[in-house]
Nanobody, 124 residues
Framework: QVQLVESGGGLVQAGGSLRLSCAAS????????MGWFRQAPRKEHEFVAA??????????NYGDSVKGRFTISRDNAKNTMYLQMNSLKPEDTAVYYC???????????????WGQGTQVTVSS
């Protein structure tokens, strides 16, 4: 069982930056594949980024709309995952959720564990 709590959302002007954090409970945090999703009003959940370890190698990948602007990272000693968001645009406005699952495939399609979400609003 994993409990996830996001923080760090807020209001920022276009071109600005924010860093989101996702604190996780549980002793096996390092074994989970972790990710960020977002949902804007009247839109479906959108994959933002994922991070995990497969075959001893750490990977990270991003949705097309955030590549080159967002960076995902994790600190397993602190049971925390981060999302550094730079060059924010008004279209990045959404509720951002962190998620976790046992495999990268499950994480991207239907994660088992979700946080409660944190609002990010980018003004033009």
């Amino acid at each position: 069982q994993v409990q996830l709590v996001e923080s760090g959302g807020g209001l920022v002007q276009a071109g600005g930056s924010l860093r989101l954090s996702c604190a996780a409970s549980g002793r096996t945090f390092s074994s989970y594949h972790m990710g960020w999703f977002r949902q804007a009003p009247r839109k479906e959940h959108e994959f933002v980024a994922a991070i995990g370890t497969t075959g001893g190698h750490t990977y990270s990948n991003y949705g097309d709309s955030v590549k080159g602007r967002f960076t995902i990272s994790r600190d397993n000693a602190k049971n925390t995952m981060y999302l550094q968001m730079n060059s924010l645009k008004p279209e990045d406005t959404a509720v951002y959720y962190c998620a976790a699952d046992d495999t990268s495939e499950k994480l991207k399609t239907s994660p088992r564990y979700w946080g409660q979400g944190t609002q990010v609003t980018v003004s033009s």
